[in-house]
């Protein structure tokens, strides 16, 4: 990885082990950022540091969003190496995120507690603070969102619920530091190519679901088993990249859809902090702007028949 040697911008990111947070780390470094890097635990912190060897323009940063502690030494690690380097805190993303599926009458309140806890009030607490170096420096706030805080879905009501907790406080926020020239901009990615979107899709069937009592899952999936094998066929088949735009086509029209790059969104990240006149919310791949188009115009319930009950319907 190669940066700039010499950069005067900084930026923030949460939740950079991979994914979306890793793409976005490693894209805006190369575009002439200092990056600090959150990561959960110290061992993430040292595979950066393996990454990217010497470079002293991405700095790993263990930064748990759940954790007051960790939030506070981060703050202050920021500052002082902002004061060190002469840099200017630039940008602020808020890409933590714990996301989970599964039937309301079935998920556990923990679940729910820890979702709103990393995905929403995660972002709050980082962003609070943040907030002092941001308005020092006139820096942007960039909030993780999904299409999922456009529309909900059969069962994501967790992932769904805190994706428009993040909309309405994004919103607010975008008001209450527009006197300090502030901006702050949503990201509304489709499905993305993430071991989130991936493994965790698969690992939220086969193991977590799996540990509730067979009469609640019964009362959901006719076959459990065989709902497995789905969820394992839906990944399997959007992982696989469109041949072109006859295919693309072909996938929106089926409903298939497809998994976009997440280089793609850590693009859009950048055009977020560098435009002269960022917007105030990016959606982002076709199957996105269907979602939404549909959502738009379709009424709640014929939402729900034609893609909130089926998009999901394992």
Same mark, same amino acid.
């Given at each position: 990885m190669q940066g700039f040697d010499n950069p005067r911008d900084a930026v923030v990111i949460t939740g950079t082990t991979?994914?979306? %947070?890793? !793409?976005?780390?490693?894209?805006?470094?190369?575009? %002439?950022?200092?990056?600090f890097a959150g990561v959960r635990q110290q061992q993430q912190a040292d595979t950066w540091t *393996? @990454?990217? =060897?010497? &470079?002293?323009?991405l700095l790993p940063v263990v930064l748990d969003v759940t954790k007051q502690n960790d939030i506070a030494r981060a703050a202050e690690i920021v500052k002082e190496t902002l004061s060190a380097r002469e840099l200017r805190l630039a940008g602020l993303v808020n890409n933590a995120a714990d996301e989970n599926l599964g039937p309301i009458g079935v998920l556990s309140l923990e679940v729910f507690r820890r979702e709103i806890e990393v995905g929403y009030l995660g972002v709050v607490t980082v962003t609070k603070a943040f907030l002092p170096l941001l308005r020092q420096?006139? %820096?942007?706030?960039?909030?993780?969102?999904?299409?999922?805080?456009?529309?909900?879905?059969? $069962?994501?009501a967790t992932t769904c619920a805190?994706?428009?907790?993040?909309? !309405?406080f994004s919103d607010a926020l975008r008001m209450e530091v527009r006197p300090w020239g502030m901006h702050v901009s949503i990201i509304q990615p489709g499905p993305t190519d993430t071991p989130l979107?991936?493994?965790?899709?698969?690992? *939220?069937? @086969?193991?977590?679901?799996?540990?509730?009592?067979q009469d609640q899952l019964d009362l959901y999936f006719q076959d459990f088993e065989a709902t497995i094998q789905h969820v394992k066929s839906f990944v399997e088949r959007i992982s696989v990249p469109?041949? %072109?735009?006859? &295919?693309?086509?072909?996938?929106?029209?089926?409903?298939? =859809?497809?998994?976009?790059?997440?280089? *793609?969104? +850590?693009?859009?990240?950048?055009? !977020?902090? +560098?435009?002269?006149?960022?917007?105030?919310? $990016?959606?982002? =791949?076709a199957q996105a702007k269907?979602?939404?188009? +549909?959502?738009?115009?379709?009424? &709640?319930? !014929?939402?729900?028949?034609?893609?909130?009950?089926?998009?999901?319907?394992?």
């Open positions: 991979s994914g979306i %947070g890793a !793409a976005a780390a490693k894209y805006l470094h190369e575009k %002439g950022y200092f990056v *393996e @990454t990217v =060897g010497h &470079d002293v323009n420096a006139a %820096g942007r706030i960039i909030n993780m969102s999904s299409v999922n805080g456009r529309c909900t879905f059969k $069962y994501h805190t994706k428009y907790a993040i909309e !309405a979107m991936r493994e965790k899709m698969v690992e *939220e069937f @086969t193991r977590k679901l799996a540990e509730y009592p469109p041949r %072109g735009p006859l &295919d693309k086509l072909r996938r929106l029209i089926n409903g298939q =859809g497809w998994l976009h790059s997440p280089l *793609e969104v +850590a693009q859009v990240i950048e055009r !977020a902090l +560098a435009s002269r006149r960022p917007k105030t919310r $990016y959606l982002i =791949g269907l979602i939404h188009a +549909a959502r738009q115009l379709l009424s &709640d319930r !014929a939402f729900d028949r034609v893609l909130g009950e089926n998009v999901f319907d394992f």
